[in-house]
């Protein structure tokens, strides 16, 4: 292959991303226009070890990403222990609360176990640096952005099968020898 053809072929960020085409959207939380009611039952439905948490459905911009345990373990305790909380209850992420009615239950505030930081590349990073960066940094996830908005997430297994795919070897060997 010339360079012209490597280059055409090299795989990129987007091409290993999920969701692709045919898969369900990727499942977000949205920082303040969810109940508790509506984030279990996105727990429920779902087997996701995290979940990017968004500005709002409509923007897709990126404001953090969730731990799947650690939204059990707070919803859990909050319902058992945070007075008045309710199924209807706001789950915010935000950092002030936004207005509600005064007669609106308790809002459940996760803003705590948010990681406000997580590790994002555009679309059309070549998976090459993509697989760098998970080695070095020692990644599990990574999310993907395009012109502000998430479009995908990559996880550590995603890159070993398509390791794995492309050198047809045993992943595990691969990532890490
Ligand atoms: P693993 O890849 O280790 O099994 P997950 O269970 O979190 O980790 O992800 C399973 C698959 O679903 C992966 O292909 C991943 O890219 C994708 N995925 C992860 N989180 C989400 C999400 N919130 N919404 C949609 N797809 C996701």
Same mark, same amino acid.
């Given at each position: 292959?010339?360079?012209?053809?490597e280059?055409?072929?090299?795989? $990129?960020? &987007?091409?290993?991303?999920r /969701?692709q085409r045919s898969?369900? #959207?990727?499942? @977000?939380?949205?920082? !303040?226009?969810?109940?508790?009611?509506?984030?279990e039952?996105l727990?429920?439905?779902t087997?996701?070890?995290?979940?990017?948490?968004?500005?709002?459905?409509?923007?897709?911009?990126?404001v953090?990403?969730?731990?799947?345990?650690?939204?059990?373990i707070s919803?859990?305790?909050a319902?058992?222990?945070?007075e008045?909380?309710?199924?209807?209850?706001?789950? $915010?992420? &935000?950092?002030?609360d936004? /207005?509600?009615?005064?007669?609106? #239950?308790?809002a @459940?505030?996760?803003? !705590?176990?948010?990681?406000?930081?997580?590790?994002?590349?555009?679309?059309?990073?070549p998976?090459?640096?993509?697989?760098?960066?998970?080695?070095?940094?020692?990644?599990?996830?990574?999310?993907?952005?395009?012109?502000?908005?998430?479009?995908?997430?990559?996880?550590?297994?995603d890159?070993?099968k398509?390791?794995?795919?492309?050198a047809?070897?045993?992943p595990?060997s691969?990532?890490?020898?």
């Open positions: 292959l010339g360079a012209k053809e280059i055409r072929h090299k795989t $990129l960020a &987007t091409d290993v991303m /969701p898969d369900p #959207p990727l499942s @977000v939380l949205t920082q !303040s226009r969810m109940t508790v009611e509506e984030v039952r727990i429920a439905d087997t996701y070890s995290g979940f990017p948490v968004v500005i709002s459905q409509q923007s897709q911009r990126l953090g990403f969730v731990l799947r345990r650690d939204l059990v919803l859990e305790n319902r058992r222990y945070q008045g909380v309710v199924s209807v209850s706001a789950v $915010l992420f &935000t950092e002030c936004p /207005p509600a009615s005064p007669s609106a #239950p308790p @459940v505030k996760l803003r !705590s176990i948010l990681d406000l930081s997580p590790f994002t590349v555009t679309a059309h990073t998976m090459e640096i993509v697989v760098d960066i998970f080695r070095k940094l020692g990644l599990r996830q990574c999310l993907v952005i395009q012109n502000g908005r998430l479009l995908g997430i990559i996880t550590k297994k890159i070993l398509h390791m794995a795919q492309m047809n070897r045993d595990e691969i990532l890490f020898n």
